[in-house]
C-alpha cells in the first residue's frame, strides 16, 4: 500500500486504538462503581483517581497514553511521518468521541503525551515538566494541562517542528475544548484542586 493510501488507514488505526475507554474498562474490572456516574463523570485518570483507586489511575493514565504512542508507531512504521501524525490525530478524536461510548470520552491530556512521546518524545517531557509545575503552584490538574498544552506547540513552532506544531495546535484547541467546563469552573473559582474530591 502506498503512502498516500495508508494515510485514512492510518486515521482509521488511530481512532480505534484511541477509543479503548481504559478508565472504564480498569474501574469496571475493579468493581468499582460506573466512573461516568462519579466525579466530573470523564473516563480519564483525573477522574478515575477520583475513586481513592490511585492504582487504578496510574493505570488509566498509561494506558490512555499508550495507545496514542502505539497508534503514531504503528502508522509510522506502515505509512511513514504523515501517517504517523494522522493517526495521532485520529487516536485523539478516538478518546474524545469514542462510538462505543455514544462519542461521550475523556479530555485528551494523556493521550496528547502518548502522541508526543511517539512523534517527538523530548517534547512530551516538556510537557510534563510544565504540568507539574503549573500542578504544583496552582492544584490545578486542568490549569496545568491547559497551559501545557498552549505552550507545546508554540515550542514545537519555535524550534522549526511546523508540521508539528500545526498538528498540536489542533489538539490543543480540541482540548481546550474538551475542558470548557473547567474553565468556567476555574473563572469562578469553583474547580476542584488535586486532592479534593466531589
Not at 503525551?113 to 509545575?133: M, N, S
Not at 475542558?179 to 476542584?192: F, W
Request: include cysteine; hydrophobic fraction near 55%; proline fraction near 3%.
Amino acid at each position: 500500500m502506498g503512502s498516500e493510501a495508508m494515510l485514512p488507514v492510518a486515521l482509521l488505526i488511530g481512532y480505534l486504538l484511541g477509543s479503548i475507554p481504559f478508565g472504564l474498562i480498569l474501574t469496571k474490572l475493579a468493581g468499582t462503581q460506573d466512573l461516568r456516574s462519579i466525579g466530573s463523570g470523564n473516563i480519564g485518570a483525573t477522574n478515575v483517581l477520583r475513586t481513592g483507586r490511585k492504582g487504578l489511575a496510574a493505570a488509566t493514565l498509561l494506558g490512555d497514553a499508550l495507545k496514542g504512542t502505539a497508534a503514531v508507531i504503528i502508522a509510522g512504521y506502515l505509512g511513514g511521518s504523515n501517517a504517523a501524525m494522522l493517526a495521532g490525530l485520529g487516536a485523539f478524536l478516538g478518546h474524545l468521541f469514542p462510538v462505543w461510548l455514544k462519542f461521550r470520552g475523556g479530555k485528551g491530556v494523556a493521550v496528547y503525551i502518548g502522541i508526543l512521546i511517539g512523534l517527538l518524545w523530548p517534547y512530551a517531557i516538556f510537557f510534563c515538566l510544565v504540568w507539574l509545575a503549573t500542578a504544583f503552584a496552582s492544584r490545578y490538574s486542568s490549569l496545568a494541562a491547559l497551559v501545557a498544552s498552549v505552550l507545546t506547540p508554540i515550542v514545537l513552532w519555535a524550534f522549526g517542528h511546523t508540521a508539528l506544531a500545526a498538528l498540536f495546535a489542533l489538539l490543543t484547541l480540541l482540548l481546550i475544548y474538551m475542558h470548557r467546563e473547567n474553565i468556567k469552573r476555574l473563572r469562578a473559582g469553583t474547580e476542584s484542586k488535586i486532592g479534593a474530591k466531589k
